[in-house]
């Protein structure tokens, strides 16, 4: 599969020198977007979605479904931002962004992206689409945490609707793993798995050897989907090589009004 690369605020990938003394804690936020509309795309709500996820205080955003561009919806919306929504999101608070542009179209396209407090040392975004109708990546960043003996890996995946598609993806997941991933390094996995069967999540749990963090803690993924009653398993986190200490799904308000998926925040020790 192509692997394409998007500008960011991200330096350059170098050997880690340091050793740590103590786990390091991070808190992360996995969230579908949905292009910064409400449900059925009533409402423009992105600013409100920013001040949520402040909110939060994480460190480390993974976002599916963001624009890079509309320039229709930037004609029509008074409060569109001049910015790319990934961006306009990390504004001043995540120093440092990774976009992967997925589905491109003549109005303008749209990715994962990937926003952290902490230097992303380097990313890509691979192209894992099945067909040219489903246009789906997997961006993967390398960041640089203070106090890890390690760098830090972090996947945003979105994959696609049907599992025959899904289960592709995810080989070339376990592949990009086995390439790009060194064995000891921690690594975070995380965003919308359209796995309503949790076929994939046997996968991944047992095949790949990752751990999701809400089954650690609740017993089963949690229901992410549609956000205001949330029956499906859609939206998970996965980790490799990091102690799962708090998992939570923001599906009240304002969470339950600002996208089609209910965000997930988890904090990990590494």
Same mark, same amino acid.
């Given at each position: 599969?192509?692997?394409?690369?998007?500008? +960011?605020?991200? +330096?350059?990938?170098?050997?880690?020198?340091?050793? !740590?003394?103590? @786990?390091?804690?991070?808190?992360?936020?996995?969230?579908?977007?949905?292009?910064?509309?409400?449900?059925?795309?009533?409402?423009?709500?992105?600013?409100?979605?920013?001040?949520?996820?402040?909110?939060?205080?994480?460190?480390?955003?993974?976002?599916?479904?963001?624009?890079?561009?509309? !320039?229709?919806?930037?004609?029509?919306?008074?409060?569109?931002?001049?910015? @790319?929504?990934?961006?306009?999101? !990390?504004?001043? #608070?995540?120093?440092?962004?990774?976009? +992967?542009?997925?589905?491109?179209?003549?109005?303008?396209?749209?990715?994962?992206?990937?926003?952290?407090?902490?230097? #992303?040392?380097?990313?890509?975004?691979?192209?894992?689409?099945?067909?040219?109708?489903?246009?789906?990546?997997?961006?993967?960043?390398?960041?640089? #945490?203070?106090?890890?003996?390690?760098?830090?890996?972090?996947?945003?995946?979105?994959?696609?609707?049907?599992?025959?598609?899904?289960?592709?993806?995810?080989?070339?997941?376990?592949?990009?793993?086995?390439?790009?991933?060194?064995?000891?390094?921690?690594?975070? #996995?995380?965003?919308?798995?359209?796995?309503?069967?949790?076929? +994939?999540?046997?996968?991944?749990?047992?095949?790949?050897?990752?751990?999701?963090?809400?089954?650690?803690?609740?017993?089963? @993924?949690?229901?992410?989907?549609?956000?205001?009653?949330?029956?499906?398993?859609?939206?998970?986190?996965?980790?490799?090589?990091?102690?799962?200490?708090?998992?939570?799904?923001?599906?009240?308000? @304002?969470?339950?009004?600002?996208?089609?998926?209910? !965000?997930?925040?988890?904090?990990?020790?590494?």
């Amino acid at each position: 599969m192509q692997e394409t690369l998007e500008k +960011g605020r991200a +330096g350059k990938l170098s050997p880690k020198t340091k050793s !740590a003394t103590a @786990p390091v804690s991070l808190k992360v936020l996995t969230v579908n977007v949905h292009k910064g509309f409400t449900v059925f795309n009533r409402k423009f709500i992105l600013p409100e979605l920013r001040d949520a996820v402040r909110q939060e205080h994480v460190d480390i955003v993974f976002l599916q479904e963001v624009l890079g561009s509309h !320039a229709k919806h930037s004609l029509r919306f008074a409060n569109w931002p001049e910015l @790319p929504q990934y961006e306009f999101l !990390a504004d001043s #608070i995540w120093t440092d962004f990774a976009y +992967g542009k997925n589905a491109v179209y003549p109005h303008g396209h749209h990715g994962n992206a990937v926003l952290s407090k902490f230097p #992303i040392l380097h990313y890509e975004n691979r192209d894992v689409s099945i067909n040219t109708h489903e246009k789906r990546g997997l961006l993967h960043c390398v960041v640089d #945490i203070p106090g890890s003996s390690e760098h830090l890996h972090v996947i945003c995946a979105h994959l696609g609707l049907r599992e025959i598609h899904r289960h592709m993806q995810l080989l070339l997941l376990e592949r990009l793993i086995e390439l790009k991933v060194p064995a000891t390094a921690p690594l975070i #996995i995380a965003g919308d798995f359209n796995d309503w069967r949790m076929t +994939g999540h046997a996968l991944m749990t047992h095949r790949f050897r990752l751990h999701e963090t809400f089954a650690g803690m609740h017993g089963k @993924p949690a229901r992410t989907f549609p956000a205001r009653w949330p029956r499906l398993r859609l939206d998970r986190i996965y980790v490799r090589n990091a102690t799962t200490t708090h998992a939570k799904v923001l599906s009240g308000r @304002p969470w339950s009004h600002l996208s089609d998926h209910a !965000a997930l925040m988890t904090e990990v020790a590494i």
